[in-house]
């Protein structure tokens, strides 16, 4: 959490070096290095959200699923 002094500070900044400001904490963030562990345990949620019961879609079923889509967007 910032503390209300450098709040009120970065405040004051004109835009243009409040923009700078970003610039240099994305790139500070940018050049920190991420874990391979700390990837790989992302990686396994997202797979994990992915799961269902279901069989995977065959390519029959994901056509008639695009053209339903089409049809409720285009023709309603």
Known sequence: MLSPDLKAQVFKLPPSHRLALICLIVES???SPVSQSERS???GRMRGLLKTDRPTPT????AAMLEER???KYLQ
Request: aromatic share 0%; hydrophobic share 45%; charged share 45%.
């Open 59 to 62: 390519d029959e079923e994901v």
């Open 41 to 43: 345990a992302a990686i």
């Open 29 to 31: 963030l940018q050049e």
């Open 70 to 72: 089409r049809v409720e």
